[in-house]
């Protein structure tokens, strides 16, 4: 189950399973949001985006769905493998079009998946 | 295809000491942006370069902390007098055009005994 603890909440999952991670966006006017998976050490690594024309998008084992009613994202991952523990952050670009895309960044949740 | 280098992997300096972090765009791309990434924390940005211009640097710190990104070589972010606080990671990233997708290196942790 997904917890909220001292430092970044933590999604626990049975390999195979899938997960389900959440993310609230500030920003009405956001227009591109990216989801990226940062492993331990590692810089970001780029998921999967959307842009705001569209509430649901699908990659390989991942889909993004957006709902700019309530200003949120959601990340789905099919049959989770050990290989997708990392913290998962979400991004939303926040920049105007004279100053370019600036990416402001959610706080994470740290996916484990169990053998 | 090289991706985003950036050097030194790890740096260790002294209480008013300055650092020096490096960043190499891929190749063909000409954004440059820096993020600072506190532990257990969201990447929170910096400042964004073009070749030779500075185009938003509202998350940057006024004193002490200055980028360039030079028409030949990497872009540099420079701290002077450090301190403790400015104990981070600090991600570069970069992007063919001053939208969409940005590609992430692998960070420089800056460590202030």
Redesign the interface.
């Known amino acids: 189950g997904e917890s909220v603890g001292l430092?970044?909440p933590t999604l626990s999952v049975q390999e195979g399973d899938n997960s389900i991670i959440n993310c609230a966006y500030s920003n009405s006017a956001s227009d591109?949001f990216?989801w990226?998976k940062q492993e331990s050490g590692?810089?970001?690594?780029?998921i999967i985006?959307i842009r705001s024309n569209m509430d649901k998008r699908q990659g390989q084992r991942v889909t993004v769905l957006l709902n700019k009613t309530v200003k949120h994202l959601s990340l789905q991952i099919a049959a989770t493998q050990p290989g997708d523990s990392a913290v998962y952050?979400c991004?939303e670009?926040t920049?105007n079009n004279n100053?370019?895309?600036?990416?402001?960044?959610?706080?994470?949740t740290r996916l484990m998946v169990k053998p | 295809n090289a991706g985003?280098m950036q050097n030194p992997r790890h740096l260790v300096r002294r209480r008013g000491q300055e650092a020096r972090l490096r960043c190499s765009p891929m190749k063909g791309h000409s954004?440059v942006?820096w993020?600072r990434q506190l532990p257990?924390?969201?990447?929170?940005?910096m400042v964004?370069l073009?070749k030779e211009n500075i185009?938003?640097e509202?998350?940057m710190p006024k004193e002490r902390f200055s980028a360039e990104f030079p028409k030949e070589g990497p872009s540099i972010l420079r701290i002077q007098q450090v301190v403790r606080g400015d104990s981070a990671a600090y991600?570069c990233?970069s992007?063919p055009w001053?939208?969409?997708?940005?590609?992430?290196?692998?960070?420089t942790r800056l460590t202030v005994l």
């Open positions: 430092h970044l591109y990216i990226y590692k810089g970001p690594q780029f985006d952050f991004a670009i920049g100053a370019g895309n600036m990416l402001t960044f959610g706080g994470g | 985003v954004h942006y993020y257990e924390e969201g990447l929170k940005f964004y073009q185009i938003d509202s998350g991600f990233a992007s001053g939208f969409g997708e940005q590609f992430f290196g692998p960070g």
